[in-house]
């Protein structure tokens, strides 16, 4: 078993880490960053593929993640991981969705709200971040890992194993301009009692309740680089959200947050030399998280 440095310290490089130390690698995470002050930190977050590909890929890795949540939830609340069962709603009749096989069971949905046609409603494990990030943090150090904030200028040259979860920023140490940002704005408002998810695709606008607020959504903004949450677009996503969830208007504002999405044309998932890189996972980091390190685990076998 050898030495292994991962670059990152949001959902992908944390998780990574686990899966690598559990198969019998010293690990040191480097990150700018640490968890909470990551991109991840700011995900609803909510299990669903979205913004990221290959499809095939993104639906195995997925079911793997779905099940690991699944465990959790059940084993270990402590972990911040829930099972919460929602729907999401159509203007116009579906085909299933293309990550169908990723999730055990799917419900064509009958009881919508007012303007829509179509759903489906399914359990989806909603992964509280500030709760979860810890959580897989504990587990790195609890494991015998380290993690360590350094803001790289280059992949560190080590005799060892790198592993690149650097999202964003392999645009400078991978030197991959085909990762860019795709700014998310959402609001937290207080919990009034919601314990279903909503979902409309169609208008960007998401509802996830969690244990004491809801995370309400979204925007989408390829290319867009600001952190700062806008006021007028958080007036803009509130209207929306209580459209789809009319118990929503009137809640109580706690907190504004932003993102930006690391997406990429294709997930990066791949091993040259001595270096895996392991980033571009979109809007769907979480999501995706435990099926590709473990296939980062097995890469590392294979020297
Ligand atoms: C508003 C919003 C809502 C979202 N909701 C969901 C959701 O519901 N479900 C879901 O699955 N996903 C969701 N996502 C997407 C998810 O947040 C990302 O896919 C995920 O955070 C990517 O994780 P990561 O670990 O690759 O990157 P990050 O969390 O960005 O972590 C990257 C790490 O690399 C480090 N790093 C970068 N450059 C350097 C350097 N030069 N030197 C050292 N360290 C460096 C950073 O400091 C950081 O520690 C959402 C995103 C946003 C913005």
């Not at 979902?199 to 969690?210: H, K």
């Not at 952190?227 to 007028?232: E, K, L, Q, Y």
């Amino acid at each position: 078993m050898s030495r292994v440095i991962v670059v990152g310290a949001g959902v992908v490089g944390l998780t990574c880490a686990v899966r690598l130390l559990e198969a019998g690698h010293r690990v040191d995470v480097l990150a700018r960053d640490l968890p909470l002050e990551t991109t991840s930190a700011v995900a609803a977050a909510f299990w669903y593929p979205y913004r990221a590909l290959p499809q095939d890929k993104i639906t195995a890795w997925s079911r793997t993640s779905y099940a690991v949540f699944d465990a959790l939830a059940d084993t270990d609340p402590e972990s911040g991981v829930r099972m919460v069962e929602g729907t999401e709603v159509f203007t116009s009749r579906q085909p299933d969705p293309w990550w169908r096989s990723a999730v055990p069971s799917l419900d064509r949905q009958t009881a919508l709200p007012a303007g829509y046609v179509d759903g489906w409603t399914f359990p989806s494990p909603i992964v509280e971040m500030p709760i979860y990030l810890p959580w897989l943090a504990g587990r790195v150090d609890e494991l015998g890992g380290t993690i360590t904030r350094m803001n790289l200028k280059q992949l560190p040259d080590v005799d060892g194993l790198v592993v690149n979860c650097a999202g964003l920023g392999a645009r400078l140490l991978a030197s991959d301009k085909s990762v860019v940002p795709v700014r998310g704005q959402v609001v937290c408002v207080e919990q009034t009692g919601l314990e279903t998810w909503w979902v409309d695709p169609e208008l960007n606008t998401y509802v996830f309740p969690r244990s004491k607020d809801i995370v309400v959504g979204g925007t989408d903004d390829e290319g867009e680089w600001s952190r700062t949450p806008d006021p007028a677009t958080a007036e803009e996503i509130l209207r929306r959200a209580g459209v789809l969830v009319p118990g929503l208007r009137g809640a109580q504002v706690l907190g504004h947050k932003v993102g930006l999405r690391p997406v990429r044309p294709a997930v990066r998932l791949e091993r040259t030399g001595d270096v895996i890189h392991c980033y571009g996972h979109g809007g769907a980091g979480v999501t995706l998280s435990w099926g590709v390190a473990d296939e980062v685990a097995s890469l590392s076998d294979q020297g």
